[in-house]
């Protein structure tokens, strides 16, 4: 089930309020998917000396997939960013390792349609 408040709002809020960020943030709110999302941020992205992506480790990295297909020349841009925190949600990683590993592996074995 989703919730409320946009998945992009309640990342954005975070990293300005719990981690001090005084920066720009770029807030993407009309993807319904990881390659949309990637898509319709193209245009900040283009623009930006660095890009990094604010999911867990595995989404993330899809997102980094997907830009690296979407605009290759754009991937070079790509900064590290804290994937992962040890101890957070410790009883559910492994079911979310599993499901994730499993959908990343999809993402490299089947291009997506734009």
């Known amino acids: 089930m989703r919730g409320t408040v946009a998945e992009a709002v309640l990342l954005r809020d975070y990293i300005e309020s719990s981690l001090g960020w005084d920066g720009t943030i770029a807030t993407e709110l009309e993807s319904r998917s990881t390659w949309e999302n990637v898509r319709n941020a193209l245009p900040w992205i283009e623009s930006a000396d660095w890009v990094a992506f604010a999911s867990n480790g595995l989404h993330a990295e899809k997102a980094r997939v997907y830009l690296g297909r979407q605009q290759p020349e754009l991937a070079g841009r790509l900064a590290a960013a804290d994937d992962y925190r040890f101890g957070e949600m410790i009883l559910l ?17 089947v291009k997506p349609l734009a």
């Open 93 to 109: 990683k492994p079911l979310f390792a599993a499901v994730g590993l499993w959908k990343l592996r999809a993402v490299f074995h």
